[in-house]
């Protein structure tokens, strides 16, 4: 099984920052991309940033500018800075990974797991 634990959520002034981690944990083999999405009450769950292994991000528009994703590959951890944060963003945010992990009887099998979510709270 594949654990993700988020932390670095809280509340914060209008225009203030946050950084967000994911530790994920487990029989893991391989991480083939890690990422944030949020969700907003009453709204869907919106892709935030995504990081693949190889390189390379993918931000939402909304973040763009805002936000910086960054991996500790090492760690198999994922890292959300936040700036500038508006009373927009409050949203719960979730970490996700895809990868690959081994079994208990030795096989590999690919996972797609998610944590519980930290919140952000962005006050006007």
């Known amino acids: 099984q594949v654990q993700l634990v988020e932390s670095g959520g809280g509340l914060v002034q209008n225009g203030g920052s946050l950084r967000l981690s994911c530790a994920a944990s487990?029989?893991?083999?391989?991480?083939?991309?890690m990422g944030w999405y949020r969700q907003a009450p009453g709204k869907q769950r919106e892709l935030v940033a995504r990081?693949?292994?190889?390189?390379?991000?993918a931000y939402a528009d909304f973040a763009k500018g805002r936000f910086t994703i960054s991996r500790d590959i090492a760690k198999n951890t994922v890292y959300l800075q936040m700036n500038n944060l508006k009373p927009e963003d409050t949203a719960v945010y979730c970490c996700?990974?895809?990868?690959?992990?081994?079994?208990?009887?030795?096989?590999?099998?690919?996972?797609?797991?998610w944590g519980q979510g930290t919140q952000v709270t962005v006050s006007s």
């Open positions: 996700n990974a895809v990868g690959t992990r081994t079994t208990a009887s030795g096989f590999s099998l690919s996972f797609d797991s």
């Open positions: 487990g029989t893991i083999l391989s991480i083939d991309s």
């Open positions: 990081m693949p292994r190889g390189g390379g991000t």
